[in-house]
């Protein structure tokens, strides 16, 4: 059971996100996960530019640090995400990252996988940006068993409790992935999502070579 967590926060060691990404990654490798942390801020990741080579060929045109940082989630069975609220969103690292992940969307290549999200903030939106976290993990197919937002307010303390949180949280990610828990509701979600995928790769399949092969070796299309 191999578990990554991605750190979307330009501040270093300093990082509050940083403590409650560990922090799940500490519970999840108690239960038994083998855990590995990528601090996204420090790679270069350069910005998508639409081209969709990517749907193409199944590779991406930038010489950069994504496509190392793309197969260890490929490799992965579970994925936490941790980002502080920037503005009411991510940081531009964590949203450059996603950009770049049409692909994965379009083949829904996380399907099987499990996630979950931390975030803090400030004044507000922690518990917003965990939202949009998990949501993207979604998207991309995964099953999330749920996340950790703290706002701090000014008082550093805080974050001590929601370690402990986030601690639990990531016990709880590796029984998910042991047991190969299913959620009705993201089912649904997943199966509209494949559907829709489906659809687009199919009506793109002249040029988009790549995806429609994959559909079509993994049985997703007749």
Known sequence: MKILGINGSPRGSRSQTLRLVQAVLDGAESAG???ELVDVTKLRIEYCNGCLVCCERGECVKNDDFAELYQKMLDCDGIVLGS?????????????MFDRMADAIHC????????????????????EVVAYLNRVLQ?????????IGVVLAGDPETIVP??????ELGKKLARA?????????QEELH????????ALVTANKDR?????????ETGRIP
């Open 191 to 198: 199966a509209a999502m494949c559907d829709r995928m489906r």
């Open 84 to 96: 502080p609220n920037y503005i009411d969103s991510v940081t531009a690292q964590v949203k450059t």
């Open 208 to 216: 988009w070579h790549h995806e429609y092969d994959y559909w079509k």
């Open 162 to 167: 929601a370690e402990g949180r986030a601690y």
């Open 177 to 185: 992935i042991e047991k190969k828990e299913t959620y009705p509701e």
């Open 33 to 35: 996960a083998d855990v």
């Open 139 to 147: 998207t991309l197919g995964a099953n999330t068993v749920g996340g």
């Open 108 to 127: 829904q290549m996380f399907l099987g996988k499990y996630g979950c999200a931390v975030s803090t903030a400030g004044g507000s939106g922690a518990d």
